[in-house]
Nanobody
Framework: QVQLVESGGGLVQAGGSLRLSCATSGRIFSSNTMGWYRQAPGKQREFVAHITRGIITNYADSVKGRFTISRDNAKNTVYLQMNSLKPEDTAVYYC?????????WGQGTQVTVAS
């Protein structure tokens, strides 16, 4: 069983920054991809960013240049540094890991950006 626990969400003013963390535990294959997704009220969950174990990254166009994903392989932890936040970034942010062909999800953390 794989567990993911997110932290770091909260309320921030537009233009501000937040850093999300996601700690994983359990049986995780060494070759894995970790990522972040988000779901705003009334919308479908959408991709934000992901990072391979080899530190190859990919971002949604809406966050490029503002968000940075990183990971600590020794700790099986993934981070999302969010700068220049906008009200439209308001959502529940979910951490995910693809390990051994299976996708696992965290419980989500709320990010609210006030205008």
């Amino acid at each position: 069983q794989v567990q993911l626990v997110e932290s770091g969400g909260g309320l921030v003013q537009a233009g501000g920054s937040l850093r999300l963390s996601c700690a994983t535990s359990g049986r995780i294959f060494s070759s894995n991809t970790m990522g972040w997704y988000r779901q705003a009220p009334g919308k479908q969950r959408e991709f934000v960013a992901h990072i391979t174990r080899g530190i190859i990254t990919n971002y949604a166009d809406s966050v490029k240049g503002r968000f940075t994903i990183s990971r600590d392989n020794a700790k099986n932890t993934v981070y999302l540094q969010m700068n220049s936040l906008k009200p439209e970034d308001t959502a529940v942010y979910y951490c995910a890991i693809n390990s051994g062909g299976a996708q696992y999800w965290g419980q989500g953390t709320q990010v609210t950006v006030a205008s």
